[in-house]
């Protein structure tokens, strides 16, 4: 008997939002897809979660101010990749908001009270290493 195609929708709570994945394919298959996809978005809430104040982001957040932080190449990849969607914006997609947001009281403050606000990505410094 030949597998059926499929279609899976499932919802999960992630990213400060709900997530939803759909895909379409034999049934073990997509059962798998899906799952992993999920399994993907949760380790990028994990490292990069503003809210989480154990995460790669937040370390970076409350040190590198003052001494630089090593990252994983995964880490770097997304942080690349941010700073150049900031360059291709002209500014309009900025990660480093998050110190003005504590500010005004919208994000939560994991000890950025006592720093200065972020002057913009053209601040943030990186390099490899």
Do not use: C
Not at 6 to 31: F, N, S
């Amino acid at each position: 008997m030949k597998d059926e195609s499929i279609t899976v929708r499932r919802l999960r709570p992630l990213l400060g939002t709900w997530v939803e994945i759909q895909a379409t394919g034999r049934p073990a298959r997509v059962e798998r897809a899906v799952n992993s996809a999920f399994l993907h978005i949760a380790r990028v809430q994990q490292r990069m979660s503003f809210h989480a104040p154990g995460s790669v982001l937040s370390r970076i957040n409350l040190h590198a101010h003052h001494t630089p932080q090593p990252v994983d190449a995964w880490t770097w990849d997304v942080l690349r990749k941010a700073r150049a969607l900031w360059l291709a914006s002209e500014g309009y997609f900025d990660i480093t908001l998050g110190a003005r947001l504590v500010e005004r009281g919208v994000l939560p403050d994991h000890g950025f009270a006592t720093l200065e606000a972020a002057i913009g990505s053209d601040a943030l410094v990186m390099w490899p290493g």
